[in-house]
Protein backbone atom coordinates (compact mmCIF):
# COMPACT_ATOMS: atom_id res chain seq x y z
CA UNK A 1 0.00 0.00 0.00
CA UNK A 2 2.05 2.88 -1.02
CA UNK A 3 -0.03 5.77 -1.76
CA UNK A 4 3.00 8.32 -1.44
CA UNK A 5 5.00 6.40 -3.52
CA UNK A 6 2.34 6.41 -6.17
CA UNK A 7 2.14 10.07 -5.84
CA UNK A 8 5.55 11.03 -6.80
CA UNK A 9 5.18 8.47 -9.92
CA UNK A 10 1.79 10.19 -11.08
CA UNK A 11 3.12 13.60 -10.22
CA UNK A 12 6.54 13.20 -11.53
CA UNK A 13 9.31 11.53 -13.59
CA UNK A 14 9.58 7.49 -13.06
CA UNK A 15 12.82 5.39 -14.82
CA UNK A 16 11.24 2.20 -15.08
CA UNK A 17 14.59 0.71 -16.57
CA UNK A 18 17.27 1.90 -14.14
CA UNK A 19 20.63 -0.28 -13.75
CA UNK A 20 22.64 0.43 -10.65
CA UNK A 21 26.58 -0.34 -11.35
CA UNK A 22 26.65 -3.02 -8.27
CA UNK A 23 24.96 -5.36 -5.97
CA UNK A 24 26.60 -3.77 -2.95
CA UNK A 25 26.29 -0.67 -0.93
CA UNK A 26 29.56 0.59 -0.81
CA UNK A 27 29.96 0.76 -4.43
CA UNK A 28 26.86 1.82 -5.58
CA UNK A 29 27.23 4.57 -2.75
CA UNK A 30 30.98 5.81 -4.71
CA UNK A 31 29.35 5.24 -7.80
CA UNK A 32 26.08 7.72 -7.34
CA UNK A 33 28.42 10.38 -5.82
CA UNK A 34 31.15 10.07 -8.12
CA UNK A 35 29.22 9.39 -11.58
CA UNK A 36 31.97 7.13 -12.13
CA UNK A 37 32.18 3.21 -12.29
CA UNK A 38 33.64 1.39 -9.31
CA UNK A 39 37.10 0.63 -10.51
CA UNK A 40 37.51 4.83 -10.97
CA UNK A 41 36.90 5.34 -7.73
CA UNK A 42 39.20 3.84 -5.49
CA UNK A 43 36.90 1.62 -3.93
CA UNK A 44 36.82 -2.12 -5.62
CA UNK A 45 35.43 -5.68 -5.62
CA UNK A 46 38.77 -7.29 -4.45
CA UNK A 47 39.57 -5.57 -0.93
CA UNK A 48 38.28 -3.09 1.31
CA UNK A 49 39.24 -0.28 0.45
CA UNK A 50 37.27 3.55 0.37
CA UNK A 51 37.39 6.68 -1.98
CA UNK A 52 40.24 7.92 -3.47
CA UNK A 53 41.09 11.75 -2.17
CA UNK A 54 41.77 12.08 -6.37
CA UNK A 55 38.61 11.40 -7.03
CA UNK A 56 35.86 14.65 -7.27
CA UNK A 57 32.12 13.84 -5.60
CA UNK A 58 29.09 15.40 -6.64
CA UNK A 59 28.46 16.76 -3.23
CA UNK A 60 31.84 18.93 -3.28
CA UNK A 61 30.77 20.03 -6.68
CA UNK A 62 27.33 20.99 -5.24
CA UNK A 63 28.92 22.31 -1.83
CA UNK A 64 31.63 24.97 -4.40
CA UNK A 65 28.16 25.90 -6.26
CA UNK A 66 27.38 27.38 -2.48
CA UNK A 67 24.86 24.12 -1.50
CA UNK A 68 25.27 22.87 2.05
CA UNK A 69 25.20 18.78 1.54
CA UNK A 70 23.91 16.98 4.63
CA UNK A 71 23.48 13.26 5.06
CA UNK A 72 22.01 10.42 7.07
CA UNK A 73 23.69 7.66 6.62
CA UNK A 74 24.97 4.35 8.19
CA UNK A 75 28.28 4.32 10.73
CA UNK A 76 30.16 1.79 7.95
CA UNK A 77 29.91 4.87 4.96
CA UNK A 78 32.28 7.24 6.56
CA UNK A 79 34.92 4.32 7.26
CA UNK A 80 34.33 4.08 3.07
CA UNK A 81 35.26 7.66 2.91
CA UNK A 82 31.97 8.50 0.76
CA UNK A 83 30.70 11.02 3.43
CA UNK A 84 34.09 13.69 3.67
CA UNK A 85 31.88 16.47 2.20
CA UNK A 86 29.13 16.54 4.07
CA UNK A 87 28.49 19.32 6.55
CA UNK A 88 26.45 17.65 9.54
CA UNK A 89 28.06 15.78 12.47
CA UNK A 90 25.73 13.66 13.02
CA UNK A 91 25.71 12.27 9.73
CA UNK A 92 25.72 8.65 10.92
CA UNK A 93 23.33 6.15 12.65
CA UNK A 94 24.02 2.49 14.11
CA UNK A 95 23.26 -0.79 11.74
CA UNK A 96 20.06 -1.66 14.31
CA UNK A 97 18.42 2.08 13.95
CA UNK A 98 15.62 2.33 11.49
CA UNK A 99 12.97 4.59 10.18
CA UNK A 100 10.60 3.54 12.99
CA UNK A 101 12.58 3.27 16.63
CA UNK A 102 13.84 7.56 15.66
CA UNK A 103 15.40 7.39 12.67
CA UNK A 104 12.38 8.80 11.09
CA UNK A 105 11.68 12.00 13.46
CA UNK A 106 15.61 12.44 13.33
CA UNK A 107 15.16 13.75 9.77
CA UNK A 108 12.08 15.69 10.19
CA UNK A 109 13.41 17.33 12.56
CA UNK A 110 16.26 18.56 10.58
CA UNK A 111 13.78 19.83 7.63
CA UNK A 112 10.75 20.73 10.32
CA UNK A 113 13.63 22.92 13.17
CA UNK A 114 15.19 24.74 9.73
CA UNK A 115 18.89 22.58 10.68
CA UNK A 116 19.43 22.77 6.85
CA UNK A 117 20.83 25.85 5.54
CA UNK A 118 19.30 26.79 2.22
CA UNK A 119 19.90 26.02 -0.45
CA UNK A 120 20.54 22.15 0.40
CA UNK A 121 21.22 18.53 -0.45
CA UNK A 122 19.74 16.26 2.36
CA UNK A 123 20.85 12.63 1.35
CA UNK A 124 18.77 9.93 3.16
CA UNK A 125 19.67 6.25 3.24
CA UNK A 126 17.89 3.77 5.46
CA UNK A 127 18.16 0.23 6.39
CA UNK A 128 14.50 -0.60 6.68
CA UNK A 129 14.28 -3.29 3.70
CA UNK A 130 17.60 -4.30 4.99
CA UNK A 131 16.61 -8.12 5.96
CA UNK A 132 16.12 -9.10 8.66
CA UNK A 133 13.26 -6.77 8.28
CA UNK A 134 12.09 -5.29 11.41
CA UNK A 135 8.24 -4.97 11.00
CA UNK A 136 6.03 -2.27 13.07
CA UNK A 137 2.91 -3.75 14.73
CA UNK A 138 1.02 -1.65 12.45
CA UNK A 139 1.96 -2.83 9.16
CA UNK A 140 2.49 -6.31 10.58
CA UNK A 141 -1.02 -6.73 8.32
CA UNK A 142 -1.73 -8.84 5.31
CA UNK A 143 -3.79 -5.80 3.76
CA UNK A 144 -0.06 -4.27 4.25
CA UNK A 145 1.10 -6.98 2.07
CA UNK A 146 1.61 -10.75 1.06
CA UNK A 147 4.85 -11.08 3.13
CA UNK A 148 7.35 -9.32 5.33
CA UNK A 149 8.96 -7.35 2.34
CA UNK A 150 5.61 -5.75 0.93
CA UNK A 151 4.38 -4.50 4.33
CA UNK A 152 7.98 -2.98 4.78
CA UNK A 153 7.81 -1.09 1.89
CA UNK A 154 4.30 0.10 3.14
CA UNK A 155 5.53 1.48 6.40
CA UNK A 156 8.14 2.97 4.34
CA UNK A 157 6.05 4.86 1.78
CA UNK A 158 3.84 5.83 5.28
CA UNK A 159 7.14 7.75 6.62
CA UNK A 160 8.04 9.20 3.11
CA UNK A 161 4.86 10.75 3.12
CA UNK A 162 5.54 12.38 6.27
CA UNK A 163 8.65 14.00 4.91
CA UNK A 164 7.14 15.03 1.42
CA UNK A 165 4.21 17.20 3.34
CA UNK A 166 7.51 18.77 4.24
CA UNK A 167 9.39 19.69 1.77
CA UNK A 168 8.25 22.33 -0.91
CA UNK A 169 8.28 20.48 -4.15
CA UNK A 170 7.74 23.77 -6.39
CA UNK A 171 11.93 24.60 -5.10
CA UNK A 172 13.18 21.51 -4.36
CA UNK A 173 13.88 17.79 -6.29
CA UNK A 174 12.79 15.00 -4.71
CA UNK A 175 14.67 11.76 -5.80
CA UNK A 176 13.81 8.15 -4.73
CA UNK A 177 15.83 4.82 -5.40
CA UNK A 178 17.78 1.99 -3.99
CA UNK A 179 21.38 0.90 -3.73
CA UNK A 180 20.42 -2.12 -5.58
CA UNK A 181 18.21 -4.88 -5.17
CA UNK A 182 17.33 -7.70 -3.11
CA UNK A 183 15.86 -11.61 -3.46
CA UNK A 184 12.69 -12.06 -1.59
CA UNK A 185 12.44 -15.34 0.06
CA UNK A 186 8.80 -15.04 0.54
CA UNK A 187 6.25 -16.80 -1.73
CA UNK A 188 2.84 -17.90 -2.22
CA UNK A 189 3.39 -20.39 -4.57
CA UNK A 190 3.70 -22.74 -2.05
CA UNK A 191 2.02 -23.11 1.58
CA UNK A 192 5.53 -22.38 2.97
CA UNK A 193 7.54 -18.96 4.87
CA UNK A 194 10.90 -19.04 3.35
CA UNK A 195 11.44 -16.23 5.85
CA UNK A 196 10.68 -16.07 9.02
CA UNK A 197 11.11 -18.82 11.17
CA UNK A 198 13.94 -19.94 8.58
CA UNK A 199 17.08 -21.71 10.05
CA UNK A 200 19.26 -18.79 8.44
CA UNK A 201 17.35 -16.30 10.56
CA UNK A 202 17.94 -18.41 13.87
CA UNK A 203 21.73 -17.83 12.96
CA UNK A 204 21.77 -14.06 11.87
CA UNK A 205 20.06 -13.55 15.86
CA UNK A 206 22.55 -15.70 17.03
CA UNK A 207 25.41 -13.75 14.62
CA UNK A 208 24.56 -10.08 16.35
CA UNK A 209 25.74 -11.24 19.55
CA UNK A 210 28.78 -13.69 18.57
CA UNK A 211 31.51 -11.63 19.70
CA UNK A 212 33.97 -10.71 17.03
CA UNK A 213 36.97 -12.89 17.82
CA UNK A 214 35.28 -15.93 17.20
CA UNK A 215 34.47 -14.98 13.24
CA UNK A 216 35.99 -18.10 11.80
CA UNK A 217 34.20 -20.43 14.29
CA UNK A 218 31.00 -17.94 13.66
CA UNK A 219 31.36 -18.15 9.52
CA UNK A 220 31.60 -21.99 9.60
CA UNK A 221 28.60 -22.47 11.44
CA UNK A 222 26.85 -20.33 9.81
CA UNK A 223 27.39 -21.31 5.96
CA UNK A 224 27.04 -25.31 7.59
CA UNK A 225 23.47 -23.88 8.45
CA UNK A 226 22.67 -22.10 5.46
CA UNK A 227 23.75 -25.47 3.57
CA UNK A 228 21.09 -27.25 5.60
CA UNK A 229 18.56 -24.82 4.94
CA UNK A 230 18.93 -24.84 1.71
CA UNK A 231 18.89 -27.92 0.74
CA UNK A 232 15.74 -28.70 3.26
CA UNK A 233 13.94 -25.81 0.91
CA UNK A 234 15.21 -27.22 -2.54
CA UNK A 235 13.39 -30.31 -2.18
CA UNK A 236 10.21 -28.30 -1.32
CA UNK A 237 9.84 -26.21 -4.24
CA UNK A 238 11.36 -28.73 -7.26
CA UNK A 239 8.70 -27.72 -9.48
CA UNK A 240 9.33 -23.94 -9.21
CA UNK A 241 10.55 -22.16 -12.31
CA UNK A 242 14.17 -21.44 -12.49
CA UNK A 243 13.13 -17.79 -11.65
CA UNK A 244 11.33 -18.66 -8.29
CA UNK A 245 13.86 -21.48 -6.82
CA UNK A 246 16.36 -18.18 -7.27
CA UNK A 247 13.97 -16.03 -5.69
CA UNK A 248 14.07 -18.20 -2.92
CA UNK A 249 17.36 -19.74 -2.35
CA UNK A 250 19.54 -17.21 -3.77
CA UNK A 251 21.56 -14.33 -0.97
CA UNK A 252 23.47 -11.48 -2.53
CA UNK A 253 26.00 -12.61 -0.08
CA UNK A 254 26.25 -15.86 -2.03
CA UNK A 255 30.09 -16.19 -2.66
CA UNK A 256 28.86 -16.29 -6.48
CA UNK A 257 27.30 -13.14 -6.50
CA UNK A 258 25.38 -13.40 -9.95
CA UNK A 259 23.94 -10.18 -10.91
CA UNK A 260 20.67 -10.73 -12.10
CA UNK A 261 18.51 -8.02 -12.62
CA UNK A 262 16.83 -8.77 -9.02
CA UNK A 263 19.82 -7.53 -7.88
CA UNK A 264 20.78 -4.48 -10.54
CA UNK A 265 17.40 -3.42 -11.83
CA UNK A 266 16.55 -0.40 -9.69
CA UNK A 267 13.43 2.29 -8.52
CA UNK A 268 14.08 5.74 -9.93
CA UNK A 269 11.81 8.38 -9.80
CA UNK A 270 12.26 12.28 -9.75
CA UNK A 271 9.43 14.94 -8.15
CA UNK A 272 9.80 18.68 -7.74
CA UNK A 273 11.03 22.05 -9.42
CA UNK A 274 9.91 22.18 -13.24
CA UNK A 275 9.96 18.78 -13.53
CA UNK A 276 6.89 17.10 -15.43
CA UNK A 277 5.06 13.66 -15.30
CA UNK A 278 6.47 11.24 -17.31
CA UNK A 279 7.47 7.44 -17.88
CA UNK A 280 11.25 6.72 -18.98
CA UNK A 281 11.59 3.37 -20.45
CA UNK A 282 15.19 3.84 -21.62
CA UNK A 283 17.67 1.98 -20.27
CA UNK A 284 19.39 4.84 -17.92
CA UNK A 285 22.25 4.42 -15.02
CA UNK A 286 23.11 5.09 -11.59
CA UNK A 287 26.10 7.03 -12.80
CA UNK A 288 23.62 9.65 -14.50
CA UNK A 289 21.69 10.81 -11.32
CA UNK A 290 24.28 13.71 -10.37
CA UNK A 291 25.08 14.70 -13.71
CA UNK A 292 21.28 15.26 -14.44
CA UNK A 293 20.55 17.09 -11.04
CA UNK A 294 23.60 19.66 -11.40
CA UNK A 295 22.40 20.18 -15.15
CA UNK A 296 18.36 20.44 -13.46
CA UNK A 297 19.90 23.22 -10.77
CA UNK A 298 22.55 24.92 -13.20
CA UNK A 299 25.97 24.24 -11.27
CA UNK A 300 28.99 25.15 -12.78
CA UNK A 301 30.79 21.34 -13.23
CA UNK A 302 34.22 21.16 -13.51
CA UNK A 303 33.79 17.65 -13.95
CA UNK A 304 33.77 16.31 -17.41
CA UNK A 305 35.91 12.76 -17.44
CA UNK A 306 32.92 10.86 -16.23
CA UNK A 307 31.24 7.90 -16.90
CA UNK A 308 27.38 9.01 -16.20
CA UNK A 309 25.81 11.60 -18.26
CA UNK A 310 23.20 14.04 -17.90
CA UNK A 311 19.31 12.35 -18.72
CA UNK A 312 17.88 15.94 -19.45
CA UNK A 313 17.27 15.61 -23.38
CA UNK A 314 15.13 12.79 -22.27
CA UNK A 315 13.28 14.92 -19.44
CA UNK A 316 13.20 17.31 -22.56
CA UNK A 317 11.42 15.28 -24.88
CA UNK A 318 14.59 15.03 -26.74
CA UNK A 319 16.66 11.93 -28.73
CA UNK A 320 19.79 10.62 -25.95
CA UNK A 321 21.57 7.56 -26.95
CA UNK A 322 21.12 4.32 -25.07
CA UNK A 323 24.46 3.51 -23.02
CA UNK A 324 25.59 0.24 -22.09
CA UNK A 325 25.13 -0.19 -18.10
CA UNK A 326 28.46 -1.75 -16.63
CA UNK A 327 28.11 -3.80 -13.21
CA UNK A 328 30.09 -5.76 -10.97
CA UNK A 329 29.50 -7.60 -7.93
CA UNK A 330 30.43 -6.09 -4.48
CA UNK A 331 33.30 -7.57 -1.98
CA UNK A 332 32.96 -10.85 -1.18
CA UNK A 333 34.60 -11.41 1.95
CA UNK A 334 35.15 -15.26 1.82
CA UNK A 335 38.83 -16.24 0.19
CA UNK A 336 36.70 -18.58 -1.84
CA UNK A 337 34.50 -16.26 -3.85
CA UNK A 338 34.74 -15.46 -6.88
CA UNK A 339 33.90 -11.70 -8.28
CA UNK A 340 32.34 -11.09 -11.67
CA UNK A 341 31.61 -8.04 -13.91
CA UNK A 342 29.28 -7.49 -17.01
CA UNK A 343 27.16 -5.21 -19.29
CA UNK A 344 23.81 -4.89 -19.16
CA UNK A 345 21.92 -3.44 -22.56
CA UNK A 346 18.30 -3.20 -22.97
CA UNK A 347 18.49 -6.54 -24.49
CA UNK A 348 21.29 -8.54 -23.31
CA UNK A 349 22.89 -8.81 -20.13
CA UNK A 350 26.59 -10.11 -19.94
CA UNK A 351 28.62 -11.33 -16.97
CA UNK A 352 31.35 -13.64 -16.40
CA UNK A 353 34.28 -13.79 -13.66
CA UNK A 354 36.64 -10.67 -12.22
CA UNK A 355 39.51 -12.78 -13.46
CA UNK A 356 39.07 -15.59 -16.08
CA UNK A 357 36.80 -14.47 -19.08
CA UNK A 358 36.05 -18.12 -19.55
CA UNK A 359 34.53 -18.85 -15.68
CA UNK A 360 30.81 -18.32 -14.72
CA UNK A 361 30.03 -16.91 -17.87
CA UNK A 362 26.39 -15.75 -18.25
CA UNK A 363 23.84 -14.46 -21.19
CA UNK A 364 20.41 -14.05 -21.30
CA UNK A 365 18.23 -12.13 -23.63
CA UNK A 366 15.88 -9.67 -21.85
CA UNK A 367 13.30 -9.28 -24.48
CA UNK A 368 12.53 -12.92 -24.82
CA UNK A 369 13.63 -14.13 -21.27
CA UNK A 370 13.14 -11.40 -18.84
CA UNK A 371 13.31 -13.31 -16.17
CA UNK A 372 16.85 -14.75 -16.86
CA UNK A 373 15.93 -18.33 -16.94
CA UNK A 374 17.90 -19.26 -20.06
CA UNK A 375 21.69 -18.95 -19.91
CA UNK A 376 22.07 -18.71 -23.78
CA UNK A 377 26.15 -18.24 -23.50
CA UNK A 378 27.25 -21.69 -25.12
CA UNK A 379 24.93 -20.84 -28.86
CA UNK A 380 25.67 -16.95 -29.25
CA UNK A 381 29.36 -16.53 -29.67
CA UNK A 382 28.81 -13.33 -31.70
CA UNK A 383 27.04 -11.86 -28.96
CA UNK A 384 29.34 -13.23 -26.34
CA UNK A 385 32.41 -11.14 -28.52
CA UNK A 386 30.42 -7.60 -28.99
CA UNK A 387 29.55 -7.91 -25.24
CA UNK A 388 33.00 -8.49 -24.07
CA UNK A 389 34.46 -6.20 -26.45
CA UNK A 390 31.93 -3.64 -25.06
CA UNK A 391 33.22 -4.44 -21.00
CA UNK A 392 37.04 -4.66 -22.04
CA UNK A 393 36.36 -0.77 -23.92
CA UNK A 394 35.06 0.31 -20.85
CA UNK A 395 37.73 -0.67 -18.60
CA UNK A 396 40.62 -0.02 -21.11
CA UNK A 397 39.56 3.28 -21.89
CA UNK A 398 39.73 4.31 -18.30
CA UNK A 399 42.82 4.24 -15.99
CA UNK A 400 42.14 2.51 -13.52
CA UNK A 401 42.23 4.81 -10.09
CA UNK A 402 44.64 3.34 -7.52
CA UNK A 403 42.84 1.09 -4.42
CA UNK A 404 42.99 3.19 -1.44
CA UNK A 405 43.15 0.23 0.83
CA UNK A 406 42.21 0.28 4.28
CA UNK A 407 44.66 -0.36 7.10
CA UNK A 408 44.03 -3.30 9.20
CA UNK A 409 42.76 -0.71 12.15
CA UNK A 410 40.26 0.66 9.18
CA UNK A 411 39.79 -3.14 8.11
CA UNK A 412 38.58 -4.49 11.25
CA UNK A 413 35.81 -1.25 11.97
CA UNK A 414 34.43 -2.48 8.68
CA UNK A 415 34.26 -6.10 8.96
CA UNK A 416 32.68 -5.70 13.04
CA UNK A 417 29.76 -2.92 10.77
CA UNK A 418 29.48 -5.20 7.76
CA UNK A 419 29.40 -8.29 10.25
CA UNK A 420 26.16 -6.87 12.13
CA UNK A 421 24.62 -6.39 8.79
CA UNK A 422 24.94 -9.98 7.88
CA UNK A 423 27.59 -9.79 5.42
CA UNK A 424 30.36 -11.68 7.17
Known sequence: ITPNIDSMINKGVNFTQTITCSD???????????????????LNNIELSKLSPDVTSYIKILKDNGYHPYAIMP????????????????????SDERIYNGLGQKILNKIQLKELKEPWIYFIHLLDLHVPLSLPKKFNDHKFGNNQYERMVSAIDDWIGKILNEIKLENTIVVLTSDHGEYIHETDLINSDFSRNSLSKIVWKIDSITPSF?????????????????????????NLSPYQKRSLLNSRS??????????????????????????????????????????????????????????????????L????????????????????????????????SRDNNIRKRHLYNLENDPLEEHNIINNNPDIVKEM???????????????????DDEESKQVEEELSKLGYI
Open 254 to 319: DPEGYLYDEIVHVPLIMIGGELKPKIISQQVRHVDIFPTLTDLVECTIDNDVIHGESLLPLLNDSK
Open 75 to 94: KVSSLFGVTKDFENEDLNYE
Open 388 to 406: EQILISIQRDDKITKNQVM
Open 214 to 238: LGSVKNQSYDGIRKISRKIKSRKIQ
Open 321 to 352: DEKPAYIEGTIRMKKTAEAVVGIRTPKFKYFR
Open 24 to 42: GTELGWASIFTALYPFKTG
